[in-house]
């Protein structure tokens, strides 16, 4: 697999699927994204023993923020029930200029989050937009990699051993996501 260390930058695709509806739906692409966040952070403290000071790591906390023109209203009707229902999402970060292992192959970041801020704001131009923020769950997103046919209109994106998103914008799956 491709180290994301190796990433040339600058072309990440997100998807995103109610944790609830994995049965039920696919994941859906993010569209109009404008930016994203991912970040990880640990909190340190000292403490003094008889030795000296010493420094202990706390736990890992992860990130995600994103914010969107507002598109595609089944995928924020989905994003704002999770908040209000206190329920988690699914989010894919696919890097499209890192290729992985084989052909058709990129590498990914997968994530089961809690979104923690969701804030709508429109603006003079009437664009309306999203804003997110969220606390993956175990801290940190998963590395793995999407087969994904950049040439092909309805490609499937599967993250490996986790899931099948596709790039359209929304689904009218009803049944288990299976692999194309």
Do not use: C
């Not at 997100?14 to 569209?31: I, Y």
């Not at 990130?63 to 209000?84: C, K, P, R």
């Not at 290729?99 to 990129?106: E, L």
Request: glycine fraction near 8%; hydrophobic fraction near 30%; aromatic fraction near 8%.
């Amino acid at each position: 697999m491709a180290d994301l260390a190796n990433k040339a930058g600058g072309k990440a695709i997100v998807f995103a699927r109610p944790f609830s509806k994995q049965a039920a739906m696919v994941g859906t692409k993010v569209a109009y994204q404008t930016t994203y966040g991912y970040k990880l952070s640990r909190d340190s403290k000292s403490e003094d023993t008889k030795d000296g000071k010493i420094s202990k790591g706390g736990s890992l906390d992860g990130t995600l923020s994103m914010e969107m023109l507002a598109s595609n209203q089944d995928l924020l009707n989905d994003i704002e029930d999770t908040v209000v229902k206190g329920n988690s999402m699914e989010f894919w970060i696919v890097y499209t200029d890192t290729p992985g292992s084989s052909a058709n192959k990129y590498v990914a970041r997968y994530m089961v989050a809690d979104i923690t801020s969701h804030e709508e704001t429109g603006d003079s131009d009437n664009s309306v937009s999203l804003k997110l923020e969220a606390t993956i769950k175990d801290g940190y997103a998963r590395r793995g990699e999407v087969t994904l046919s950049l040439d092909e209109a309805n490609s499937a994106y599967k993250f490996k051993d986790l899931g099948n998103v596709t790039n359209s914008e929304s689904s009218d799956s009803a049944s288990q996501p299976t692999t194309k």
